[in-house]
């Protein structure tokens, strides 16, 4: 497991998940307020992977270059910014124009429907 990671599952927990993945949020949600698109929420999501694997490295002794570490890191790290930014992205097309569209889920939204109110 340790080789896939590039570092323990507690560091993997800890760092990336709790740490980078709060960062992926914060990040995904500021880029929906500017309405930026998916394309720069994936470059700051290798941003965000390339200083994980840094700090993974620099605070718990995990190795640097670990290739299958940066990639897992990141994906999971782009994962939790890509949610937090589509959900962002949802609720302010519902909250900006509410005569337009109302909530599908968290993910979406639809043209309302005049008939229904």
């Avoid at 390339?50 to 890191?73: K, M, N, P, T, Y």
């Avoid at 097309?93 to 309302?112: C, D, K, S």
Wanted: glycine residues 14%.
């Amino acid at each position: 497991m340790e080789t896939i990671l590039g570092s323990s599952l507690p560091v993997f927990v800890f760092l990336t998940v709790l740490v980078f993945g709060g960062c992926g949020v914060l990040t995904g949600q500021t880029l929906a307020e500017g309405w930026k698109p998916v394309s720069s929420v994936l470059a700051y999501s290798l941003l965000l992977g390339v200083g994980d694997r840094f700090l993974a490295w620099g605070l718990f002794g995990g190795q640097l270059l670990s290739v299958w570490g940066f990639i897992v890191h990141t994906l999971v790290i782009g994962i939790i910014t890509l949610t937090a930014h589509r959900i962002a992205i949802a609720r302010r097309m519902v909250n900006q124009y509410p005569w337009l569209y109302e909530t599908a889920g968290p993910f979406g939204w639809r043209e309302r429907n005049p008939a229904r109110g």
